[in-house]
C-alpha cells in the first residue's frame, strides 16, 4: 500500500538553529500538509500546498517555518530558527484530491527535540 | 467557536466486548468527519469517515454514526481486540476547508486480554 514516509525520524537540534524535515508523499497525490503534535496534546494543522502554492496555514506557521517542493517528490517544512516550543512530532501528509471527502493519508511523523 | 472534543479521555474494555468512542463538535459548517487512530510513536492511521449527509457507516468491525442535531460523533469497535489499543481521534473538515482537519483531544482505547 502507497505510504507517506518522512525523514528523520528523530533529530535533536540546538535552539536557534534551522531544521528541514523532508517528506515524500504519495505518487500521485496532489495536496500536501504539515501538521505537528506536541507530546500529550492532539494534532494540529500548520500548513496545507497545492500547485507549488501554499493553500491554508494556521497561526501557528509564522515567517519561522517554510514548505517548499524542491522536486517532482519531495516536501519539506523548514523552520528558520528553532525554539524549545517548536519540540513536537511533525506529520507530513498528502491527499489525491482537495475538498471534502478525500482521504488524508500520514507519515510516521518525524520527532524533532528542541534543546 | 471551531472545537472538536472529546467526552472521554481515556476508555478500558475487556477484550471480545465492543467499544463506543465519541466526540462532540461545535462547527455546523463542518460537512465531513474522519476517526484516526493513532499508536504509539506513529502517525494517524485512517478508520473511517463520513459525510454530513449520512447518519451511519460501517466498516470492517468499525462503525461511525453522526448526529447533526446534536453535533456528536461516535466510533463503534466490534469485538474489540488487544491490537485496537491505541489513541483515536476525530477529526473535522469544514466546508471549503482546504482538507483542513481539526483534530479533537483523543480518546485512549485500553483493551484487556
Known amino acids: 500500500e502507497p505510504e507517506v514516509t518522512q525523514t528523520p525520524s528523530h533529530q535533536v537540534t540546538q535552539m536557534g538553529q534551522e531544521v528541514i524535515l523532508r517528506c515524500v508523499p504519495i505518487?500521485?497525490?496532489?495536496?500536501f500538509y504539515w501538521y505537528r503534535q506536541i507530546l500529550g496534546q492532539k494534532v494540529e494543522f500548520l500548513v496545507s500546498?497545492?500547485?507549488?502554492?501554499?493553500?491554508?496555514k494556521s497561526e501557528i506557521f509564522d515567517d519561522q517555518f517554510s514548505v517548499e517542493r524542491p522536486d517532482g517528490s519531495n516536501f519539506t517544512l523548514k523552520i528558520r530558527s528553532t525554539k524549545l516550543e517548536d519540540s513536537a512530532m511533525y506529520f507530513c501528509?498528502?491527499?489525491?484530491?482537495?475538498?471534502?471527502?478525500?482521504?488524508?493519508?500520514f507519515g510516521e511523523g518525524s520527532w524533532l527535540t528542541v534543546v | 467557536g471551531e472545537s472538536v472534543g472529546l467526552h472521554l479521555p481515556t476508555l478500558s474494555v475487556q477484550e471480545g466486548d465492543n467499544s463506543i468512542i465519541n466526540c462532540a463538535y461545535s462547527?455546523?459548517?463542518?460537512?465531513?468527519f474522519i476517526w484516526y487512530k493513532q499508536e504509539s510513536g506513529k502517525g494517524p492511521q485512517f478508520i473511517i469517515d463520513?459525510?454530513?449527509?449520512?447518519d451511519k457507516r460501517q466498516g470492517q468491525r468499525v462503525t461511525v454514526l453522526l448526529n447533526k442535531t446534536v453535533k456528536h460523533l461516535s466510533l463503534q469497535i466490534a469485538a474489540t481486540q488487544p491490537g485496537d489499543s491505541a489513541v483515536y481521534f476525530c477529526?473535522?473538515?469544514?466546508?471549503?476547508?482546504?482538507?483542513?482537519?481539526?483534530f479533537g483531544a483523543g480518546t485512549r482505547l485500553a483493551v484487556h486480554p
Open positions: 463520513i459525510r454530513s449527509n449520512m
Open positions: 500546498f497545492y500547485n507549488n502554492e501554499i493553500s491554508e
Open positions: 505518487s500521485n497525490h496532489l495536496y
Open positions: 501528509a498528502s491527499s489525491a484530491t482537495g475538498g471534502s471527502g478525500n482521504t488524508i493519508y
Open positions: 462547527n455546523s459548517a463542518s460537512d465531513y
Open positions: 477529526a473535522e473538515i469544514f466546508s471549503g476547508g482546504y482538507n483542513k482537519l481539526i
